[in-house]
Nanobody, 124 residues
């Protein structure tokens, strides 16, 4: 059974940093592009960041560009999201996701795998 488990969420103040991690078990992520999405209450999930398998090219939503950094450690089957200069509008549940093509992640198409989510709350 393939599982993705996020961690690292919590309550921080505006301007602080957090690092989210997503560990995948049950299969290797080596040939998967990985991404992060977030969801506000009552809203659909929105794309945040993605990292391509192999070339490790990265992609970001305009709202987080320059503040968030996605990275991966395939040896640990883990993808990270470093979030700096957090703002109150970053408050959301953050989900990791996987797909064989990075374009699917960036375009918000149905994902092959989802984590259960981790809550990030930024107080102003």
């Amino acid at each position: 059974q393939v599982q993705m488990v996020e961690s690292g969420g919590g309550l921080v103040q505006a301007g602080d940093s957090l690092r989210l991690a997503c560990v995948t078990s049950g299969r290797t992520i080596t040939n998967l592009s990985m991404g992060w999405f977030r969801q506000y209450p009552g809203k659909e999930r929105e794309f945040v960041a993605a990292i391509k398998w192999g070339a490790w090219s990265t992609f970001y939503a305009d709202s987080v560009k320059g503040r968030f950094t996605i990275s991966r450690d395939d040896a640990k089957n883990t993808v990270y999201l470093q979030m700096d200069a957090l703002k109150s509008e970053d408050t959301a549940v953050y989900y990791c996701a996987a797909h064989t093509t990075v374009q699917a992640i960036v375009q918000g198409r149905p994902m092959e795998l989802w984590g259960q989510g981790t809550l990030v709350t930024v107080s102003s």
